[in-house]
């Protein structure tokens, strides 16, 4: 998944530990398989080979987590969509060379095979459609916060009552630490990603942080994320870091972009109706917001 997975398991019986990893391990290789763009015959290549032409059939797990998706994607207003993979990256290498940012018009235009309302879903059949040629469906951003629930569930149906499954930050823990405390999580500041601005204490909670101090660029003094708003086509500025508490990384992981993409109060907003949620943003002046159930130290 183009991601490091580290699982923890709490255990007397270390061999016992290295088995169950070792099936979580198998676990997070299966649905990779499913979900990735870098093997030909995955099924979401298959979907993305044959938009605009033809339906595909594909596993109930995969249309459920489409369905899902489309779901956030209602939910974000678009601001989360699968088919951000139709972006035209050619614009975008976020690296020394890019000094200018194109004109509104042409990034539009790059952006605009991007619609989640053009994933035809067929319940009974259980197919996927991409209604234009060129549009491209990926899961990079919910997809390793899916499995990194589906690991932890594997894991607890083997009998594992605490553990970390850490999909690159993005992470689920429940039980408790081998000390009986509670999983210490800390939240990385955008400024230096290696040290935490805060810790939080959580059990059974899923935690997913999305910023733009690891991809960015700076033109005429202004910073530019990587993160590209799928209705302008223009980089998100404002926000560097975003922090989504949930008791399912899948959520966390598709919630965290979104909230980068709609901004602080619209953000805000929107995580504040919906229940067993929070969040946590910094702006690009370091003024730390959160949630209404969130108290940070």
Same mark, same amino acid.
């Given at each position: 998944?183009?991601?490091?997975?580290?699982?923890?398991?709490?255990?007397? =019986?270390?061999?016992?530990?290295? +088995?169950?990893?070792?099936?979580?391990?198998? @676990?997070?290789?299966?649905?990779?398989?499913?979900?990735?763009?870098?093997?030909?015959?995955?099924?979401?290549?298959?979907? #993305?080979?044959?938009?605009?032409?033809?339906?595909?059939?594909?596993?109930?797990?995969?249309?459920?987590?489409?369905?899902?998706?489309?779901?956030?994607?209602?939910?974000?207003?678009?601001?989360?969509?699968?088919? $951000?993979?139709?972006? =035209?990256?050619?614009?975008?290498?976020? =690296?020394?060379?890019?000094?200018?940012?194109? =004109?509104? /018009?042409?990034?539009?235009?790059?952006?605009?095979? *991007?619609?989640?309302?053009?994933?035809?879903? #067929?319940?009974?059949?259980?197919?996927?459609?991409?209604?234009?040629?060129?549009?491209?469906?990926?899961?990079?951003?919910?997809?390793?916060?899916?499995?990194?629930?589906?690991?932890?569930? !594997?894991? @607890?149906? @083997?009998?594992?009552?605490?553990?970390?499954?850490?999909?690159?930050?993005?992470?689920?823990?429940?039980?408790?630490?081998?000390?009986? @405390?509670?999983?210490? *999580?800390?939240?990385?500041?955008?400024?230096?990603?290696?040290?935490?601005?805060?810790?939080? #204490?959580?059990?059974?909670?899923? *935690?997913?942080?999305?910023? %733009?101090? /690891?991809?960015?660029?700076?033109?005429?003094?202004?910073?530019?994320?990587?993160?590209? &708003?799928?209705?302008?086509?223009?980089?998100?500025?404002?926000?560097?870091?975003?922090?989504?508490?949930?008791? $399912?990384? +899948? *959520?966390?992981?598709?919630?965290?972009?979104?909230?980068?993409?709609?901004?602080?109060?619209?953000? !805000?907003? !929107?995580? &504040?109706?919906? +229940?067993?949620?929070?969040?946590?943003?910094?702006?690009? %002046? #370091?003024?730390?917001?959160?949630?209404?159930?969130?108290?940070?130290?």
């Amino acid at each position: 998944m183009g991601n490091t997975f580290e699982i923890t398991v709490v255990a007397n =019986d270390g061999n016992w530990a290295q +088995e169950k990893i070792a099936l979580a391990v198998d @676990e997070i290789r299966r649905i990779e398989k499913l979900l990735t763009t870098f093997d030909e015959n995955s099924q979401t290549n298959q979907i #993305n080979k044959m938009a605009g032409t033809e339906a595909v059939p594909v596993n109930r797990e995969v249309f459920e987590l489409i369905k899902r998706s489309l779901k956030i994607s209602g939910v974000t207003d678009g601001a989360f969509d699968i088919t $951000y993979g139709s972006i =035209d990256k050619r614009l975008w290498n976020f =690296d020394r060379n890019m000094t200018s940012l194109p =004109d509104a /018009e042409t990034a539009k235009n790059s952006v605009s095979l *991007i619609n989640y309302h053009n994933v035809l879903l #067929n319940e009974q059949d259980g197919t996927v459609m991409l209604k234009e040629k060129g549009m491209r469906i990926g899961f990079g951003g919910i997809g390793k916060g899916y499995a990194a629930d589906m690991a932890r569930k !594997l894991l @607890e149906k @083997e009998g594992v009552q605490s553990g970390i499954v850490n999909a690159s930050g993005d992470l689920v823990a429940w039980g408790k630490q081998a000390n009986n @405390e509670p999983w210490t *999580i800390g939240i990385a500041h955008p400024d230096n990603a290696r040290s935490a601005f805060s810790r939080l #204490n959580i059990s059974n909670l899923a *935690i997913a942080t999305s910023g %733009n101090y /690891e991809k960015y660029v700076v033109i005429d003094g202004r910073k530019y994320s990587h993160t590209i &708003n799928p209705k302008t086509g223009m980089p998100v500025t404002g926000i560097k870091s975003v922090t989504i508490i949930s008791p $399912y990384a +899948e *959520i966390a992981d598709a919630m965290a972009t979104p909230v980068m993409v709609m901004g602080v109060k619209a953000g !805000l907003d !929107l995580i &504040n109706q919906i +229940e067993h949620l929070g969040c946590i943003i910094v702006d690009d %002046n #370091n003024k730390i917001y959160s949630t209404k159930n969130i108290h940070l130290e």
